[in-house]
């Protein structure tokens, strides 16, 4: 069984940053796709962004691109999420999902939260302005 423990999250001004990691127990991390999601109070879950089993791919949510960086060490079995530049609209809790799959990363929809067949507690976000 899969297990996967967030960390790092708390409370960031506008502007500043914060790394998001994300802890898998298990086998074979390197083939996992993993992904990180996030959901606002009232919103729906929203993919953030995905990573491919050894991270030479990734695709972000274009609200993020160029402010998020996801990295990967498959020898830690850890994902990571750079936030920089926070905005109080990326305030929400943080899920890691994680999918095991052994395709090519583009043959598949990564945004959708239904690709995932594991998930973690979630780590709350909070940017003030």
């Known amino acids: 069984q899969v297990q996967l423990v967030e960390s790092g999250g708390g409370l960031a001004q506008a502007g500043g940053s914060l790394r998001l990691s994300c802890a898998a127990s298990?086998?074979?991390?390197?083939?996992?796709?993993m992904a990180w999601f996030r959901q606002a109070p009232g919103e729906e879950r929203e993919f953030v962004v995905g990573?491919?089993?050894?991270?030479?791919?990734?695709d972000y949510v274009d609200s993020v691109k160029g402010r998020f960086f996801i990295s990967r060490d498959n020898a830690k079995m850890t994902v990571y999420l750079q936030m920089n530049s926070l905005k109080p609209q990326d305030t929400a809790v943080y899920y890691c999902?994680?999918?095991?799959?052994?395709?090519?990363?583009?043959?598949?929809?990564?945004?959708?939260?239904?690709?995932?067949?594991?998930w973690g507690q979630g780590t709350q976000v909070t940017v003030s302005s």
């Open positions: 990573i491919s089993r050894i991270g030479i791919s990734t």
């Open positions: 999902a994680l999918a095991t799959y052994s395709g090519s990363f583009h043959a598949r929809n990564w945004t959708l939260a239904s690709a995932y067949g594991y």
């Open positions: 298990g086998r074979s991390f390197n083939t996992y796709v």
